[in-house]
């Protein structure tokens, strides 16, 4: 601190001073020193102090002359006021371009307020001009370097300019600032260097972040726990299948069955193994093991589907229909096979998709007690957008499988996706305890309610889906975000 008659002249850091575009040597009345452990120093404190200094400063030439950048510096900070609280407002109302035209004046007023820097980058970034914005990140990066949202925002830049490493290393500087960084950590997720994991599927808390390349070394603690039963790694297998992490399913799969699984959790966890195998490009192995399958006794429809799937890999496909044929002559309602069998490689080609359903509807015809044949059938007729006779295929197929609570939930869902909700809330009325039934029940139930304005209702339902803890935790927060849907909806 220096002495200046009834003021005391405090030096800040130059690196903050720049961060906040507040000059590096600020005038505090002594009178109001003591105030200053508490109350801190804010903005317009700083700004009222300038003003009033200048304006009592010696007028005597030699000492103006001594304090020349002092009296600058300040006449500079006091002289954005009116433009900073214009950039404000610009940014409030979203006209960036009029924030854009603010922040440049302000930095010409004092190019070493790096915070108008910071936010030209952004409203340059808001306006699409992505090398604009990181030329002036660049330019503050000396004074940023370090903070993890600095990094982000660079991050963000790169990618958006096609730079993904350059992003990667941005985002790793992010998470060094603060291990902690989620939306760095997100980022990584996205450009594939991390992999967003829950160790528990059911449990938020358990969320994690690894380098995609080191999952399974990221799992060998939690999954040797004491403990680990069949059924826990069957549950791992599932998740990691679902999320199409192959390898690490394989791992479960083997796990599961060197966990001294039941009859039916060691055919779920040889099934899987196999599929796994075939994933990650072991196809010798899966056709051995789908093999060795077939030489059970009953021999499973499963078996014959992934050596199906092996021949369709190798280009015997006459080989391959002549498996999936013998799969469904066991289990006519095995929905991979009837895919493989009678659906077009490309689902999405409409008018494929529609030659294929005369075949696919003689099956069905053939099969009247196969469940999963009608409702293959439904699911190609709501693929070419025959609605109403898609929920009617629906319907006989849940006749047919009345306990199938996954087949009742698609059904539901196109009769929703129909505007048949009243239909929906009529089947689910004659339900026994709906509330013990499978998720996708009950959540469509309460997409029916929502859909014919009961929010109450279907707030409720959803709710209670939110606090199922037996439930995946994504699953549970989709519920959650369908609550607030409802309330924002009724709060405006």
Known sequence: MSDAGEWMLI??????????????????????????????????????????????????????TENAALLASLEAFIGKTELW???????????????????????AVDPNDHAAKMNLGNALANVGDHAGALK????????????????????????????????ADEMALALEANPECKPAMDALV?????VAIYEDPRDAASLTYVRSDRVLEALEEEWSREGRTAAYFLEQLAYHEAEGRHAVALAAAERALAAGPNELEAERAR???????????????????????????????????????CLFDEGKADEGRAELDRALALDPSDQTALLLRYWPREVKDIAAVQACIPALASFAEAHPQAAGAWRSLARAKAAVGADDEACALFAR??????????????????????????????????????????WKLRWNEAEAQRGLGKASEARAAFAAINADESLHVEVRRRAKRAVRAIEERAGG
């Open 11 to 64: 030096s800040l850091d130059d690196k903050l001073a720049r961060r906040q575009g507040v000059p590096t040597r600020v005038p505090v009345p002594r009178a109001e020193m003591d105030g200053l452990a508490s109350g801190g120093m804010g903005i317009d404190a700083m700004r009222r102090w300038a003003g009033q200094f200048i304006a009592s400063a010696p007028k005597d030439g030699g000492w103006r």
């Open 271 to 309: 099934m899987g193994r196999v599929a796994a195998l075939l994933a990650t490009g072991e196809r010798d192995e899966a056709r051995a093991a789908a093999t060795s399958e077939l030489a059970r006794r009953p021999a499973p429809a499963w078996a014959h589907v992934e050596l199906a799937r």
């Open 136 to 167: 002036h990140f660049d330019a503050v990066r000396e004074t940023f370097g370090g903070d993890a949202d600095y990094h982000v925002s660079v991050g963000q830049l790169r990618l958006a300019l096609g730079e993904p490493q350059e992003a």
């Open 397 to 438: 197929a849940v006749a047919t499988a009345p306990e199938d609570d996954e087949l009742r939930a698609e059904c539901w869902a196109q009769l929703s996706h129909a505007k048949k909700f009243d239909e929906v809330l009529r089947d689910a009325a004659s339900l026994d305890d709906i509330a013990k039934r499978d």
């Open 85 to 107: 609280s214009k950039a404000q407002q610009a940014f409030a109302a979203n006209d960036y371009k009029k924030a854009i035209s603010t922040l440049k004046m302000i930095s």
């Open 190 to 194: 996205k450009l594939g260097v991390l």
